[in-house]
């Protein structure tokens, strides 16, 4: 199953972007944020075994990066510091709490994740830093691309509930059918600022 996601960020986007405040300790060396890619998900699809891996969260150029990931349950995130100033990684998010505590450049910390859902981290050093971990208790789900381009490999027949998740926009779903095996869905959604229905279908087939 593959697709893109569409989405043109409005007025209510570029309100909370205008917002946030780029200080703390450092900030004179502060690039750009990566970019925030959609992450979409199958919900009532079979189980299915999903093993544990490791990724990692860079403390670099006062931002985490990269912003967007997803790992499955049981999986662990290494938080390394690349900045010369200390940072500090913690949520309070209610699929995992934690906090790390303030560390200088050149040391990591690692988290592991037993629960699904959406963990949000945020540093206490500096209030704008933030990045956003899914996890799930299955493998049907991928981080879009750049170009908003995704794909969920080997999805069985049947019907299931597409989810689409994008920083600053509302949650989208959509039911979808994958009618054969090894069966192509693409599915195109436009997330909305609210100017329009949010998460209107554009197209939708499967071969």
């Excluded at 986007?13 to 205008?18: C, L």
């Excluded at 990931?69 to 900045?83: L, M």
């Excluded at 200390?86 to 309070?92: P, R």
Aim: proline letters at 7%; hydrophobic letters at 35%.
């Amino acid at each position: 199953m593959s697709g893109k996601i569409s989405a043109t960020e409005g007025a209510a986007q570029k309100k909370i972007r205008a917002r946030t405040k780029y200080v703390g300790p450092g900030i004179e060396s502060h690039t750009p944020a990566d970019p925030s890619p959609a992450v979409v998900w199958l919900e009532g699809a079979p189980e299915a075994k999903v093993e544990a891996t490791t990724i990692e969260l860079r403390q670099e150029g006062i931002e985490l990066r990269p912003r967007v990931a997803a790992v499955t349950k049981g999986s662990s995130v290494k938080f390394p510091n690349q900045d010369a100033v200390y940072h500090n990684v913690f949520s309070y998010s209610k699929a995992k709490r934690f906090d790390l505590g303030r560390y200088p450049q050149g040391e990591s910390k690692t988290e592991t994740f037993e629960e699904k859902g959406l963990v949000e981290m945020r540093c206490e050093v500096h209030e704008h830093m933030r990045a956003y971990l899914h996890v799930f208790d299955h493998p049907w789900f991928a981080v879009a691309t750049a170009d908003g381009s995704y794909s969920i490999p080997k999805v069985p027949p049947g019907k299931y509930t597409l989810v689409v998740w994008k920083e600053f926009f509302d949650p989208v779903r959509r039911e979808i059918e994958v009618k054969a095996d090894g069966a192509k869905a693409d599915v195109s959604l436009a997330l909305s600022d609210g100017t329009s229905e949010p998460g209107s279908v554009l197209s939708c087939c499967a071969r």
